[in-house]
């Protein structure tokens, strides 16, 4: 027997009523927020140094703790190399006009942007990881105020080993160090350099390889760590620890960027930021036993003691630089400086 028209409409209009349903519970989703979750933020984040030196491990460990303690909402996304086109030198005017929402920068380079910058690479002031530390702890306030006059967030510092010369040639003697053609990191460095004696180029490292290459330059004032991963040796098999420096790399972020995150996803990077410092930090425990061995296996001669001349001559022209820049930054700024000495001497 057929079925009554009614019977036959049953079935069609509980499948209307079904879809009914469902699409007002998702119309009440989309206008509750939670239909669909929110697009992740990324931030492109830059350093002009290898992946396996100290600030590139950097970028890679900040990127892992935010992509953790952000659950994904918010993804930092690095590049290294200075595959961005941007050196460090560069890198606060980037950060600042939006190319990039924050990346890794030299400190030794920003010192047209603020002298305070070069602090931490001032020669023969603080070489031990201890004194290092020391000092960016004293200047990290003065730090922060001065890369928020430059409109970003200051997130984390990058420690680099003590600073040494690569050089073609040995450099036993001071005929030997006015005889250097040198790539130096900042202007201070080429000012102690050429006061000892040397010709000196202040060059990023991205610079500074096709003069190594063509023979322009035949020593680099840097540390094992950079040498390492830049592969130095191919060219300059010798390495004379002169202990110049412990200097600073800045890890910063747009501060318009950062002050756009939810409240607790800019906590879950400041967590991040603090616990990648930490982490940078102990790397030094035994980065430079790494560096030594990998330069000593790639065939390059380290001189552990300099010539007491060139050391002299070296430390002369240094305390001049020191002078210059206390100068160049006035007697308040200056003054972390001295108290850092204070604190020194008082240990001793």
């Not at 002009?48 to 970028?59: C, F, W």
């Not at 035949?218 to 390495?239: C, E, H, M, T």
Request: charge should be positive.
């Amino acid at each position: 027997m057929p079925a009554s028209p009614k019977s036959a409409f049953h079935p069609l209009r509980r499948r209307l009523l079904r879809a009914g349903a469902l699409l007002a519970l998702i119309a009440c989703g989309a206008g509750q927020g939670w239909a669909q979750p929110a697009a992740a933020t990324t931030w492109r984040m830059a350093t002009e140094y290898p992946a396996s030196a100290m600030p590139g491990e950097g970028l890679a460990t900040f990127a892992e703790e935010v992509g953790a303690r952000t659950a994904g909402a918010l993804a930092v996304r690095p590049s290294y190399d200075a595959s961005a086109g941007i050196r460090s030198a560069q890198m606060p005017a980037a950060v600042r006009e939006g190319k990039l929402e924050g990346g890794d920068a030299f400190g030794g380079a920003l010192g047209a942007v603020d002298p305070l910058f070069l602090l931490s690479s001032l020669p023969f002031v603080a070489t031990s990881v201890d004194g290092a530390r020391r000092l960016a702890e004293l200047a990290r306030a003065d730090y922060a105020r001065a890369f928020a006059a430059q409109g970003q967030h200051l997130l984390y510092l990058t420690p680099w080993p003590p600073t040494g010369l690569w050089s073609r040639d040995p450099v036993a003697t001071l005929a030997g160090l006015r005889a250097l053609s040198v790539r130096t990191y900042d202007e201070t460095s080429t000012e102690v350099m050429k006061a000892a004696g040397a010709q000196a180029t202040n060059l990023s490292f991205a610079d500074a390889m096709p003069r190594l290459k063509d023979g322009s330059v035949n020593a680099v004032l840097s540390s094992g760590d950079g040498g390492a991963g830049r592969k130095l040796w191919d060219y300059l098999p010798n390495f004379t620890a002169i202990g110049y420096a412990m200097p600073l790399s800045f890890t910063t972020v747009n501060a318009a960027a950062y002050a756009a995150l939810p409240p607790a996803t800019r906590a879950a990077v400041d967590a991040a930021a603090q616990a990648t410092e930490q982490k940078q930090w102990a790397r030094l425990d035994t980065r430079l036993e790494e560096n030594t061995a990998r330069m000593r296996a790639n065939g390059v001669a380290i001189q552990a003691s300099p010539a007491p001349a060139v050391q002299q001559a070296l430390r002369e022209a240094g305390a001049g630089a020191v002078s210059a820049w206390r100068a160049r930054v006035g007697g308040e700024r200056a003054g972390v400086l001295d108290a850092f000495t204070r604190n020194e001497q008082a240990a001793k």
